[in-house]
């Protein structure tokens, strides 16, 4: 089974320009999650999708923050101004419904520099 | 809200066994997971706990007290590859499922 796809994998931007973020989960999860994760941190939740719909997007800096999950699968996270501290890794991550699901599969993430 | 305590950082010597703890507050507690992370890699799923006890997963065991809101991550036989970061997750509910990482603990194994 394919894994959580994210690209691109680095990317280094200045302040100020804008940056966007992609996401193709495994097939069938109905649940994605975008994280945020600075060095030396556990991830921060963002956003939380299930299938097409935001279930979660209380800490996601709506001024700057927005994220879209096209058709319930493919999501993409953007920034737009970028600033200095938004520098991290973004971790995309999807799980499938129901009471017994335990994990969340993650993808590789994508690592963002903002000088 | 969620919040998890970790310590920040263990060694521990390769072949013996680890315990790193994790604390948490929440509302709508469903079960505590353990995640390991390697430097620059993603988080990897290692085991979860619904319900009160211990779950042994090879090498891996972690146990929970619902009671106490608490729970662990036990490591036998401890290999060089172990070195990692460790992160404890709440799994809450409330109409949907929501994953709340701790702050990680680094282990590095030394041999």
């Known amino acids: 089974e394919a894994g959580v796809a994210q690209s691109p994998r680095y990317k280094i931007i200045e302040k100020r320009q804008s940056v966007a973020f992609w996401c193709n989960p495994i097939s069938g999860h109905a649940t994605l999650y975008w994280y945020q994760q600075i060095l030396g941190q556990g991830p921060k939740l963002l956003i939380q999708f299930q299938n097409n719909g935001v279930v979660d997007d209380s800490q996601l800096p709506k001024d700057r923050f927005s994220a879209e999950r096209l058709k319930g699968v493919d999501s993409t996270l953007k920034i737009q101004p970028a600033k200095l501290e938004d520098s991290a890794v973004y971790l995309c991550?999807?799980?499938?419904?129901?009471?017994?699901?335990?994990?969340?599969?993650f993808g590789q993430g994508t690592r963002l520099t903002v000088v | 809200g969620q919040s998890l305590e970790q310590p920040s950082e263990v060694t521990a010597v390769e072949g013996a066994i680890v315990q790193i703890n994790c604390t948490y507050q929440?509302?709508?507690?469903?079960?505590l997971s353990w995640y390991q992370q390697h430097d620059g890699g993603a988080p990897t799923f290692l085991s979860y706990n619904a319900l009160d006890g211990l779950e042994e997963t090879g090498r891996f065991s972690s146990f929970l007290s619902r009671s106490d809101s608490y729970g662990y991550l036990l490591l036998q036989e401890l290999q060089m590859k172990d070195s990692a970061s460790y992160f404890c997750a709440v799994r809450s509910s409330g109409g949907y499922q929501k994953v709340t990482f701790g702050t990680g603990t680094k282990l590095q194994v030394i041999p």
């Open positions: 929440t509302s709508g507690f469903y079960g």
């Open positions: 991550a999807s799980s499938p419904l129901g009471d017994r699901v335990s994990e969340a599969f």
